[in-house]
């Protein structure tokens, strides 16, 4: 046997039968490595915008943070639809080998949609690219280094949500380690890039998102040069590439869910950047800083949820419950511990992290607060990603695409309300109020159903379990 065939196969294995805790390890350390490094890489990117002392470059960044949305969106639908799949059909192709092909299929329909995708939304915002400022809601002073930022970003668009799909591509089918090389390899690459653009060439929020582009153009070359050489079912060719509704149906399924939530993710940064700016750029800079710092606890617990999502659809897809079962009880555990060092030891020395960016006193002053309700915020969503990740891996369309919705549906009224009765410190904490209550609606979706989800599997139907799900949560 080669040692790309072990390679592979071993893989396989911490999916099929390796014990639940070294699972988990095998797939969350290295996810949780790599949006670690993305987080710090971050913070780092906006000490390099902050090290050329324009409070608007800051705040060109923070305007621009929709497109990151955006490219979630585009790859969310291809990649984590295609990805779920892929990794249920591996799981199935245990007891049925043939499955196993229809994977390049969905490898391939997902890549190249992507890419399609990711080129049409970029031509439309470049052709509107002034009123997409305005609607960003850049003031008069952040206007020309946010429509600079902007133009960079979208031209990157197809490149972005290439790499986004293709590394739920590279994880599921258990690759975690590599998936972790190409994205620590891509956050290297943007750091050099940063050195060049931005404080040898002085290109100041041009320079960061083309380092950004570049970056993932990287990755891109990476997962697709391991997949290429080492998957034995995945392919790239667009030869796979079908529009049959047995790839697309479950695909768009389960991606339109990530479509909704980006979306409204999306409109909520929309609407929390037009309702901060009337409280001028020191506010908005100190948001853009300190959600950079909270990412840092928050991606070791999407490193978690994220990092588990192949192992629960492999193990669906098996019909393995007593594994699921084992599985969402070890992540639910983890979760919890993260969440008690990390965000603990962030919490307590918040002032002197956020000092480290900012001299400014009001920055500082607000970041603080701003900072501790992120946090908070982070202990819900870890909880809630972890019940996403149970409908998204099982294939249950319409539960995620409620999970996807409700952040979006509750925080427009939440804070423009919050705005209205409290100002500013209304704002800061309509999100983490939000994702309180959306952790309360999931939590309830999954006790109410857990019963007739567990009796839908041992009937070996994921239909029948989808059925008596939206009749519980109904």
């Known amino acids: 046997m080669s040692a790309t065939t072990e390679a592979v196969g071993s893989n396989r294995w911490y999916l099929s039968t390796a014990p639940i805790l070294r699972a988990l390890v095998h797939l969350c350390v290295p996810m949780a490595a790599a949006m670690i490094v993305g987080a710090v890489y971050n913070v780092i990117n906006a000490g390099f915008v902050g090290s050329q002392h324009d409070t608007a470059l800051l705040a060109a960044i923070t305007f621009g943070t929709p497109l990151l949305g955006l490219v979630m969106a585009i790859g969310g639908v291809f990649g984590v639809g295609g990805g779920a799949l892929i990794s249920r059909l591996l799981g199935a192709a245990e007891h049925d080998p043939a499955k196993a092909g229809e994977i390049r299929h969905v490898s391939s329909f997902a890549v190249w949609g992507s890419v399609i995708t990711g080129a049409v939304v970029a031509g439309a915002g470049l052709m509107l690219l002034h009123p997409l400022v305005t609607l960003l809601g850049a003031d008069a002073a952040a206007v020309p280094a946010t429509r600079e930022y902007v133009a960079v970003m979208l031209a990157f668009v197809p490149v972005l949500a290439a790499a986004f799909c293709l590394e739920q591509l590279v994880r599921a089918e258990g690759a975690a380690r590599q998936a972790m090389i190409g994205l620590i390899l891509s956050t290297v690459a943007n750091v050099v890039f940063d050195v060049v653009f931005i404080l040898v060439l002085h290109w100041g929020v041009a320079g960061a998102a083309l380092g950004t582009g570049l970056a993932n153009a990287v990755m891109v070359g990476y997962f697709a040069f391991w997949l290429t050489r080492n998957s034995e079912h995945v392919s790239l060719a667009p030869r796979w590439f079908t529009l049959n509704k047995t790839v697309a149906q479950p695909v768009f399924g389960i991606g339109v869910g990530e479509l909704l939530q980006s979306a409204f993710m999306i409109v909520t940064v929309l609407v929390l950047n037009n309702l901060a700016s009337a409280y001028g750029d020191g506010p908005l800079a100190a948001m853009g800083v300190a959600v950079r710092i909270a990412q840092v606890p928050e991606f070791l617990i999407m490193g978690v949820t994220m990092g588990v999502l192949p192992l629960l659809a492999y193990t669906y897809g098996k019909g393995d419950r007593a594994r699921l079962t084992s599985a969402l009880r070890a992540s639910a555990a983890t979760i919890g511990a993260v969440m008690l060092v990390f965000c603990g030891g962030v919490f307590l020395f918040r002032e002197q992290v956020l000092g480290a960016f900012s001299s400014d006193h009001a920055v500082l002053t607000i970041g603080v607060t701003i900072l501790a309700a992120q946090l908070v915020a982070t202990v819900a969503n870890g909880f809630t990603g972890l019940i996403t990740s149970l409908f998204q891996a099982a294939g249950l369309a ?67 379990a989808e059925a008596v799900l939206e009749e519980a949560a109904a």
């Open 398 to 464: 319409k539960p995620a695409i409620v999970m996807g919705m409700a952040q979006g549906v509750l925080f427009i009224p939440i804070v423009l309300l919050g705005n209205l009765w409290y100002g500013l410190p209304g704002i800061i904490w309509a999100l983490t109020v939000t994702e309180c209550l959306v952790f309360v609606a999931g939590a309830g979706m999954w006790l109410a159903s857990r019963g007739t989800i567990n009796r839908g599997l041992a009937e070996g139907s994921p239909e029948r």
